[in-house]
């Protein structure tokens, strides 16, 4: 167990290990509150694929240029997803509506399972890290046609974004009870994600006692619903500039904290 290098406020300890977020991560985490607790950000489960698999390779383009091409294999086929090493999308998995087909036998063959070879620091606090909400991680998948899983017009896609919904849950269920409180979204949510974001923060507060904290695109703060646990000890300042925050003043959101960054997270460009 190491404590990365970086700039945490002072008496604030960030442990990682390797079942937890890159160093990269969280070394610029900076909590606001003086003396808080030791912050571990880990993901305690793993996804298993009993009859499909995803496939990652390094290549180049027509011009040189590298790229990063991830493929879903299923047992009725196949579906390429095409990235610069950045994470910049040049080519969707889903990119015509007949595509959700194979993205659904995917996503109902992932099995959420424990990680038994995640240990918990004695006395952290233990933060659970996620990608992507369903709705980003289904628009990650198919791009502007994500859209048709909110339409009604093709059964297939909303069956995906359920399927999402359903392992972003199982994830969340295995964390509370490896004894997590918290949950961070490293992907930035924007206005468009905030409705999304308040709903799952809700469900995990209800069913979980646990809270969802999400990284709003901009200005770079990470925002705390407080709905009881750790948190609201640990972390007891909040900042002024939070008040800019797009979660903190939609509508129905819950009173919060903010945890200021050093810089926004470059989270995982796969799939």
Not at 65 to 88: D, K, V, W, Y
Not at 179 to 197: H, N, R, S, W, Y
């Amino acid at each position: 167990m190491q404590v990365p290098e970086g700039r945490p406020a002072p008496q604030t300890t960030i442990v990682y290990d390797q079942h937890s977020a890159p160093c990269a991560l969280a070394a610029r985490i900076q909590p606001c509150a003086q003396g808080g607790q030791p912050l571990q950000l880990a993901q305690p489960w793993r996804a298993e694929h009993p009859r499909c698999a995803i496939v990652r390779r390094n290549e180049e383009d027509a011009h040189g240029q590298p790229i990063r091409t991830t493929i879903l294999h299923t047992p009725e086929g196949r579906l390429t997803q095409r990235c610069t090493p950045q994470g910049e999308l040049l080519r969707h998995c889903v990119r015509r509506p007949a595509d959700f087909e194979l993205l659904r036998l995917y996503l109902g063959d992932i099995r959420i399972a424990e990680d038994r070879l995640f240990h918990p620091q004695a006395g952290a606090l233990l933060c659970a890290y996620i990608e992507r909400l369903p709705g980003q991680a289904l628009t990650r998948y198919a791009g502007e046609l994500a859209a048709l899983a909110y339409d009604g017009q093709n059964s297939a896609a909303a069956s995906c974004l359920r399927r999402l919904t359903r392992h972003l849950r199982e994830r969340l269920t295995l964390a509370r009870r490896a004894g997590f409180t918290l949950a961070l979204l490293i992907q930035p949510c924007d206005q468009a994600a905030v409705e999304e974001f308040l709903s799952q923060s809700q469900w995990c507060a209800k069913h979980l006692d646990m809270q969802l904290l999400a990284l709003p695109a901009a200005p770079a703060q990470l925002y705390i619903p407080l709905m009881g646990g750790g948190a609201q000890a640990a972390h007891a300042i909040r900042p002024p500039h939070c008040d800019a925050c797009p979660l903190q003043s939609a509508e129905g959101a819950p009173q919060g904290l903010c945890l200021c960054l050093l810089q926004a997270p470059t989270s995982d460009p796969s799939v």
